[in-house]
T-cell receptor
Framework: NAGVTQTPKFQVLKTGQSMTLQCAQD?????MSWYRQDPGMGLRLIHY???????DQGEVPNGYNVSRSTTEDFPLRLLSAAPSQTSVYFC????????????????FGPGTRLLVL | GEDVEQSLFLSVREGDSSVINCTYT??????LYWYKQEPGAGLQLLTY?????DMKQDQRLTVLLNKKDKHLSLRIADTQTGDSAIYFC??????????????FGTGTLLAVQP
């Protein structure tokens, strides 16, 4: 298994440009999420999905769109990039087990560094 | 609102025990987590504890949970230089049990001196 893969590793955008951050997992996990990490801060949830066709907003969703057409892929779209979106973006996938207490299997991708000028 | 707080830095000597503390605010959190982040890497889930537990031990790691005070701690026994990293505490948001709804603390940088 490749785990969680993210592309690109880094990107520089100009204000107003759009782009899509790719995230894919090959573990058949139901849950996938996008987080951003800013200097001196913990991760903040942008959007998440509990399965194909189902997405919802997290803590900081403004300026981002997501879709989940397949179990494997969960792309994050920036419609019109702003300097405030300069950050490191992490995608994560997880799957709860069926037994009590739930055993959790979770993986984070290596991150995408985005600089918006 | 929900908030998770951690001290920013902890320095210990190799071989000593490290204790990283965290306070949270959402009393309905079902799961509480500890993650490790090494430089330039993503987050690695170290361990998690259910809100109905007081303690969980996993090899060198011991997690203590005080629900009354909303206090969580991670103890690393026999700390090694390879343990140097940023450690994040996280709570599940509004009782959500899956890792797709988490609130993270700011992270504690653990520096292990040889």
């Amino acid at each position: 298994n490749a785990g969680v893969t993210q592309t690109p590793k880094f990107q520089v955008l100009k204000t107003g440009q759009s782009m899509t951050l790719q995230c894919a997992q090959d573990m058949n996990h139901e849950y996938m999420s996008w987080y951003r990490q800013d200097p001196g801060m913990g991760l903040r949830l942008i959007h998440y999905s509990v399965g194909a066709g189902i997405t919802d907003q997290g803590e900081v969703p403004n300026g981002y769109n997501v879709s989940r057409s397949t179990t494997e892929d969960f792309p994050l779209r920036l419609l019109s990039a702003a300097p405030s979106q300069t950050s490191v973006y992490f995608c994560a996938s997880s799957q709860l087990g069926l037994d009590q207490p739930y055993q959790e299997t979770q993986y984070f991708g290596p991150g995408t560094r985005l600089l918006v000028l | 609102g929900e908030d998770v707080e951690q001290s920013l830095f902890l320095s210990v000597r190799e071989g000593d025990s490290s204790v990283i503390n965290c306070t949270y605010t959402d009393s309905s959190s079902t799961y509480l987590y500890w993650y490790k982040q090494e430089p330039g890497a993503g987050l690695q889930l170290l361990t998690y504890i259910f809100s109905n537990m007081d303690m969980k031990q996993d090899q060198r790691l011991t997690v203590l949970l005080n629900k009354k005070d909303k206090h969580l701690s991670l103890r690393i026994a026999d700390t090694q230089t390879g343990d140097s990293a940023i450690y994040f505490c996280a709570e599940s948001m509004s009782g959500g049990g899956a890792t797709n709804k988490l609130i993270f603390g700011t992270g504690t940088l653990l520096a292990v001196q040889p």
